[in-house]
Antibody, heavy 119, light 109 residues
Framework: QLQLQESGPGLVKPSETLSLTCTVS??????????WGWIRQPPGKGLEWIGS???????YYNPSLKSRVTISVDTSKNQFSLKLSSVTAADTAVYYC???????????WGQGTLVTVSS | SSELTQDPAVSVALGQTVRITCQGD??????ASWYQQKPGQAPVLVIY???NRPSGIPDRFSGSSSGNTASLTITGAQAEDEADYYC????????????FGGGTKLTVL
């Protein structure tokens, strides 16, 4: 059974870069049918797609975050990563990694990790 | 990009039928998918495609679509169905951009 697990710091200072990694287990990140994405949810608010990556390295980003986001993939480690630069308190959220069927639906979610932006 | 609009809150009496809607231009071209999220938990996919349920999702959940509106119907709502429900679809550009609705809080009375 495919599982995703987020890892990374739970506290990031304002203006710094948020970095998270998602480790995929129980399946290959090189699957041809899926993209691998990051989705976040600020406390008490709705879901926001951050971006997705294909195992080949093709990336698609939310236009509202595109200038600050980098998503990368390491197929040798079965991992993909998120970097969000110049963070502010508005970036405080639970960050989920996910397997996405193209842009259509999320088939598998990680458990989520809370990242707080505070000095 | 696209936007998907959901009613913020809906309520239903125990055992009755409730419909949760999602509106957006992208739904004229692409199916909506639906997720259930309970407090402190990751979302769970309940409907995808035309009207498909992942394994383990009760058959009281169903999906439909007409024009720019997609609907999630729960027939015979149970207390455990009380949750937030989110729709999503592909962006109307056709690229794999993911768009989410704002979510609907379902209360089972």
């Amino acid at each position: 059974q495919l599982q995703l697990q987020e890892s990374g710091p739970g506290l990031v200072k304002p203006s710094e870069t948020l970095s998270l990694t998602c480790t995929v287990s129980g399946g290959s990140i090189s699957s041809s049918s899926y993209y691998w994405g990051w989705i976040r949810q600020p406390p008490g608010k709705g879901l926001e797609w951050i971006g997705s990556i294909y195992y080949s390295g093709s990336t698609y980003y939310n236009p509202s975050l595109k200038s600050r986001v980098t998503i990368s993939v390491d197929t040798s480690k079965n991992q993909f990563s998120l970097k969000l630069s110049s963070v502010t308190a508005a970036d405080t959220a639970v960050y989920y990694c996910a397997r996405v069927r193209y842009g259509d639906y999320v088939t598998v979610w990680g458990q989520g990790t809370l990242v707080t932006v505070s000095s | 990009s696209s936007e998907l609009t959901q009613d913020p809150a809906v309520s239903v009496a125990l055992g009755q039928t409730v419909r949760i809607t999602c509106q957006g231009d992208s739904l004229r071209s692409y199916y909506a998918s639906w997720y259930q999220q309970k407090p402190g938990q990751a979302p769970v996919l309940v409907i995808y495609g035309k009207n498909n349920r992942p394994s383990g999702i009760p058959d009281r959940f169903s999906g439909s679509s007409s024009g720019n509106t997609a609907s999630l119907t729960i027939t015979g709502a149970q207390a455990e169905d009380e949750a937030d429900y989110y729709c999503n679809s592909r962006d109307s550009s056709g690229n794999p951009y993911v768009v989410f609705g704002g979510g609907t809080k379902l209360t089972v009375l």
